[in-house]
């Protein structure tokens, strides 16, 4: 058996997404959510994920480019380019982390079990910094951070991904003492040419333990929050709950693990 945990992401975007994840909770078929505390709906979700406590982890999804006050006029391509001209301050990006952590904290009573970033940003030049800085700081050694490192070939969307700076926070991860997931999956273009049964058993089979499987489960749209992945997330909620979803975990040996798993950097 290989203990591998399965996190969705986007909780709190709107009550599509967040009912969705609930129910891959309560089915068992995941073991993390990742908590945008932006959202003007994240103190009402919340309430939900403090009755789940020890069923999954929670962590905070840090955003910069969805629900923050600091997102408008820069999308996912432009924070990039901010983030490797040098045009992002240190003393700033910190205080946006600060605020989101106290966000997580106050709601959830607890502090995060692991950090990610929304669309992985987390990774990001300056954005890193703040993050290793405010983690330590807060928790010690106590909360985890995503890696977005593929051990082996995952196509080329996740080389990219990790290729903005997994490697930098990965070295600095190490020098903190921090946990890591050692291997990360589920990257694909979100389209209906994907068959999720393929897709999933592929990503199962290679994940080795204190492996992550990223994924993002959502309802139909109930009218809250226009969503370019919409029937993606709803493909994807229907796999996770479907027989055919636990038959390929037992398949592939995987148990749900949890970031609590994850060795040093």
């Known amino acids: 058996m290989k203990r591998i945990q399965i996190c969705a992401d986007d909780y709190g975007f709107d009550a599509g997404v967040s009912l969705g994840i609930l129910e891959c909770i309560d ?3 995941i073991s993390a ?3 945008m505390v932006l959202s003007p709906d994240w103190r009402e ?3 939900a994920l403090r009755d789940r406590v020890g069923m999954a982890d929670y962590g905070l999804h840090l955003d910069l480019n969805e629900f923050a006050p600091y997102a408008p006029g820069r999308d996912l391509k432009a924070w990039i380019a901010a983030s490797y001209l040098g045009q992002l301050q240190a003393a700033q990006v910190r205080t946006w982390v600060a605020q989101q ?4 904290e106050s709601c959830m009573q607890m502090a995060p079990a692991y950090l990610d970033g929304h669309q992985h940003l987390h990774q990001l030049p300056a954005v890193r910094d703040a993050v290793l800085d405010s983690l330590t700081q807060r928790y010690g050694q106590a909360c985890a951070l995503r890696s977005t490192r593929s051990r082996s070939w995952r196509g080329l969307k996740a080389a990219v991904i ?3 700076g997994e490697a930098a926070l990965r070295r600095g991860a190490r020098r903190a003492g921090l946990r890591m997931n050692q291997d990360f999956a589920g ?3 979100f389209g209906p040419e994907t068959v999720l049964s393929e897709f999933m058993a592929t990503c199962l089979a290679s994940l080795p333990d204190s492996g992550l499987l990223m994924i993002h489960p959502g309802q139909a749209g109930l009218g809250e929050r226009p969503d370019a992945i919409r029937a993606a997330r709803v493909r994807e909620r229907a796999f996770w709950l479907s027989t055919e ?3 390929l ?3 592939h040996g995987v148990q749900l693990g949890m970031s609590e798993d994850w060795p040093p950097a």
């Open 27 to 29: 089915a068992g078929r």
């Open 187 to 189: 990257v694909y273009a």
């Open 101 to 104: 952590l106290d966000a997580f």
């Open 162 to 164: 990790a290729g903005l």
């Open 249 to 251: 975990l037992a398949v």
């Open 45 to 47: 979700w919340s309430a």
């Open 33 to 35: 959510t990742s908590c």
């Open 245 to 247: 979803a636990g038959e």
